[in-house]
């Protein structure tokens, strides 16, 4: 109990991992998907930043959402530069575990994102998704503009009304400008499609809001 209890608990910053100054992507890495480096944003896209428990089940969700043209797994929303996968996983880098989603705004729209993030993940469970636990499991929509914020002010609060009717308590997740986004090591990009019968958990609550 006190483990856990110490996992879902956020580093303070002055007790955060030092990380380092390069990326621990060191690969010019093309997405197994969409055959593009997965750092590229193609001319006209635009990002969202969005955390919904582990990573790997969570970007292959939005690579099969119609509109969008690139993902990438990767951390964010803490104080530690560029950290890898078992830093974050110690909980002292405050990291959450998110997904660069690049969408093409002509086909889908920011708002379809967000029904996608609210329907597939349960937003009410703190520091967790299911049995896993800890504070980089959090779940989390980090904004690119004063548009993206207020959209996912309002969505969140729409879906609030349908959680709340449904029996669930209030939803945890936090909205915030982006903060750095830092890229997962190589092994964790597309990671499904590598590993098709690996870890993919569903925490979808059957909550919905048109």
């Known amino acids: 109990m006190l ?12 007790q955060a991992l030092r990380g380092r100054d390069r990326s621990v992507l060191v690969n010019p890495t093309f997405h197994d998907v969409f055959g593009i480096p997965v750092q590229k944003e193609p001319e006209g896209s635009e990002v969202a930043y969005l955390a919904l428990g582990c990573f790997w089940g969570a970007e292959k969700l939005y690579w099969n959402t119609p509109g969008v043209v690139n993902t990438a797994a990767g951390y964010a929303g803490g104080y530690t530069p560029n950290p890898t996968y078992e830093e974050v996983c110690s909980t002292r880098t405050g990291h959450t575990e998110i997904v660069k989603v690049v969408f093409d705004p002509t086909k889908t729209s920011y708002e379809q994102l967000l029904k996608v993030f609210f329907e597939n993940h349960n937003p009410t469970q703190g520091m967790r998704q299911g049995n896993d636990v800890g504070t980089q499991y959090r779940s989390a ?10 959209i996912a002010r309002r969505v969140r609060d ?17 909205i915030k400008p982006a903060p750095d986004f830092f890229y997962a090591e190589d092994y964790h990009q597309q990671y499904l499609d590598k590993n098709p019968f690996g870890y993919c958990p569903v925490h ?3 909550v919905t809001c048109n």
């Open 3 to 14: 483990f856990s209890r110490m996992k879902s608990t956020l580093v303070e910053p002055e």
């Open 204 to 206: 979808a609550t059957g």
């Open 158 to 174: 729409d879906f609030q009304v349908e959680f709340t009717r449904s029996g669930f308590g209030q939803i945890t997740t936090e």
């Open 141 to 150: 929509i980090y904004t690119t503009s004063d548009e993206q914020l207020a």
